[in-house]
């Protein structure tokens, strides 16, 4: 391994590989440690959801930021196919969310701003979602523009990114050690164990969260995702539907639970009762990384060289490529960076004040 370099990156999931190819192409030298196996944890536990409106209630920093980063990733998504081979998944399904009229109510502001969604009835619920919705929702909103990628696909790709182009990765147990690295900046994309290192003068507060995801097997074509309050169904290729997914603060603990897989299938079966009998052919939990106030960590901490990007909770495959180009931007020395709303001096002013 080696002793010197530009930046360590420590994490391998989405976030750490995307910014570690980002500084690569950059010209920066730049190492990356995993203290398992790169894309293992929430990057391969996600449904692949480019929702940036889908789920946008109201009009904030954070929307413009997973608005700007979806509309990324196509180029992004085409670059990395273009450079490994490998084929990422990206596509724009549109995302149709039904529900009452009241519950769809909290979406109006986008059709007022002029943004690309579509108020939806009867039976024109039926044509987008291909017979696939049931017919007791009567109201919908199509997002057009969000879209869907292969999240597994997509971390080995960045992965291979890296080992074409020399790029160090580091995986190591968690009892082993190869050594000191010396950098001028060390960047924290340690998704739910962030929070590692005790030596700090201040914690980085972010907490693991469980999400279950079922996989379900179905031979009939699923054309858009489909969401209601309560559950989304995610369509892949060869048949396969992610329904997820369940938000659960029970520490490190990533198991599936029967009471999850239960309630996922009955709000799946309520959104899409045509999936009553479709095989239900893997199920799984990832541990998102949660913070305080629902919002990503990014960009340089109280301890100079020390940066972070981490706690982007259920946004990380979203965020990937803007927060890679934001960060490297900082590290740059560039003019760029993210909003100051996600600085990690937050959290540090909030603990003054207190």
């Known amino acids: 391994m080696k002793t010197s370099t530009d930046v360590v990156v420590i994490g391998g999931g989405v976030i750490g590989l995307a910014l570690a190819r980002e500084l690569d192409l950059r010209g920066c030298d730049v190492v990356v440690v995993e203290r398992g196996r790169t894309g293992d944890e929430s990057s391969s536990a996600a449904a692949g959801l480019l929702s940036a409106q889908s789920d946008a209630e109201s009009a ?20 990395v196919e273009e450079e490994t081979g490998v084929g990422v998944g990206w596509r724009r399904t549109g995302v149709l969310r039904l529900g009452s009229p009241e519950s769809l109510e909290r979406f109006a502001w986008q059709l007022e701003a002029g943004l690309p969604v579509e108020p939806l009835e009867v039976p024109e619920i039926g044509r987008r979602s291909g017979g696939r919705a049931a017919p007791d929702f009567r109201h919908g909103i199509f997002f057009p523009d969000d879209a869907v990628v292969d999240n597994r696909r997509l971390v ?26 010396h950098s001028s900046a060390v960047v924290d994309s340690a998704g739910a164990w962030a929070n590692f290192d005790e030596t700090l003068p201040f914690e980085i507060p972010v907490e693991p969260v469980r999400g279950q995801i079922v996989e379900l097997t179905d031979e009939a074509p699923f054309p858009t995702v489909l969401a209601s309050d309560d559950v989304y169904l995610v369509p892949r290729p060869n048949g396969r539907i ?7 603060r029970v520490g490190f603990r ?15 079966l309520v959104l899409a009762p045509s999936l009553e009998n479709a095989r239900v052919s893997d199920a799984w939990a990832g541990l998102r990384p949660g913070t305080p106030d629902g919002l990503p960590i990014v960009g340089e901490s109280a301890v100079p060289g020390l940066y972070l990007a981490a706690g982007h909770f ?4 979203l965020l990937a490529p803007s927060t890679a180009v934001f960060l490297a931007d900082v590290l740059l020395g560039g003019t760029g960076g993210a909003p100051p709303l996600f600085s990690p001096e937050r959290f540090v002013e909030s603990a003054r004040a207190r």
């Open 60 to 79: 904030s920093p954070f929307f413009d930021l997973a608005r700007e980063s979806r509309d990324l990733y196509p180029e992004w998504a085409a670059d």
């Open 156 to 181: 080995r790709a960045l992965r291979i990114c890296l080992d074409r182009r020399g790029v160090e990765v580091a995986e190591r147990g968690i009892e082993t050690t190869a050594g000191t690295v």
């Open 242 to 248: 992610l329904v997820g997914a369940t938000v659960e």
């Open 254 to 268: 990533k198991e599936v639970t029967a009471g999850a897989v239960a309630g996922l299938l009955t709000a799946a």
């Open 314 to 317: 259920r946004n990380g495959i």
